[in-house]
């Protein structure tokens, strides 16, 4: 026959449709199949298929079985639980125990994308008041049911992730201890130095000699170095300056709220379930950490403003991978 281009439905898109209603056999037995062939042919067809032969074929055709969600996101999920290497009850109880040594960090933000949609809800539903049995369900099915059974499931899931990424991330934004932990500091005050200026850092690459040979910043090194000898060591007092300059303040202070936002998603979940000694554990050892977390963010947000300020440059304009550099050529 022609080629007839059409799209077939989903398992999940035929229920309560036409479809559900149809019997192969029976259209099969009513239907003179060879006169369709015949009058539809193409010129290159072969000979007629055997009628009798689809009609066996129909009749022994296994019943379709019950299906709760789309076939790609069931394939994924069953590949997600083969990672996982645990029965689907020693999952969900992790879950519900907030027991991270049972289930890995990874295998928790790749289940993160399951989470039960309302139509698969509806489904789950449907099928429990039509007492159907369980067995002819596939596995990643009745995980699902299994899986929609837990109370306040996406918080639970956020917090098991945020518990495993807390120490991490905390580390990644902690200070560097000492007085050497805010370089734009010690560019504001020169190291008691007072390296101060008139004109705003940008300034002094843009503006050049008459003869357009040397800029005002050039100009400028060669005065100190001529006149104030004493000052050309000024930058072995600014430490880590070469890092401060690949430093994202803005995803610096992000990351602090992000870490702060998940600090009280844990606390309002402790509140619903304070017999929890996971959460109540976490939240004593690691209170104290959020807190100064916030205070360090806060300073350095107020040091690197003053500091950029104090050179005539806005904080809005001039992020650190752009101000520290300027005295790195300088």
């Known amino acids: 026959m022609p080629v007839f281009n059409w799209v077939a439905l989903k398992p999940s898109q035929i229920d309560g ?12 037995q009513e ?18 298929l055997d009628i009798s032969a689809l009609k066996v074929k129909a009749t022994q055709k296994a019943p379709s079985k019950v299906t709760l969600m789309e076939s790609n996101r069931a394939k994924n999920l069953a590949i997600t ?12 109880t992790a879950i519900e125990t907030y027991d991270q040594q049972a289930l890995s960090l990874d295998f928790l ?11 698969e809800r509806t489904l789950i539903g449907k099928f429990e008041r039509e007492q159907q049995p369980p067995e002819e369900l596939s596995d990643e099915d009745q995980f699902m049911i299994r899986f929609s059974k837990i109370p306040r499931l996406a918080e639970r899931m ?11 991330t905390a580390q990644l934004l902690m200070p560097v201890e000492g007085p050497q932990s805010l370089p734009w500091a010690e560019v504001r005050w020169g190291g008691g130095r007072g390296v101060g200026a008139d004109a705003a850092l940008s300034q002094l690459l843009e503006m050049k000699s008459t003869d357009r040979k040397q800029t005002l910043l050039h100009y400028l090194v060669r005065v100190i170095m001529e006149k104030y000898p004493e000052l050309t060591g000024f930058h072995t007092e600014l430490h880590f300056l070469d890092k401060a300059g690949t430093v994202s303040l803005d995803g610096v202070l992000q990351d602090v709220r992000s870490l702060q936002q998940g600090m009280e998603l844990t606390r309002r979940e402790f509140m619903r379930q304070d017999d929890s ?26 040091a690197y403003e003053s500091a950029v300020e104090y050179f005539g440059e806005n904080p809005k304009t001039s992020p650190p991978t752009t101000f520290f550099p300027m005295f790195m050529r300088f």
């Open 277 to 302: 000694p996971v959460l109540k554990d976490f939240l004593r050892v690691n209170s104290e950490v959020m807190e100064k977390l916030q205070a360090d963010s806060r300073t350095a947000k107020e």
């Open 158 to 168: 956020n917090v098991m992730i945020f518990l495993g990424n807390f120490n991490d």
């Open 31 to 48: 239907l003179d199949m060879s006169d369709f062939e015949e009058q539809f042919k193409t010129k290159a067809q072969g000979p007629a």
């Open 109 to 119: 933000e790749l289940l993160l994308r399951f989470l039960p949609t309302e139509y």
């Open 17 to 28: 449709t036409v479809f559900t209603e149809l019997n192969d056999e029976k259209v099969l």
């Open 81 to 92: 639980l083969r990672k996982g290497g645990r029965s689907i009850q020693d999952i969900c």
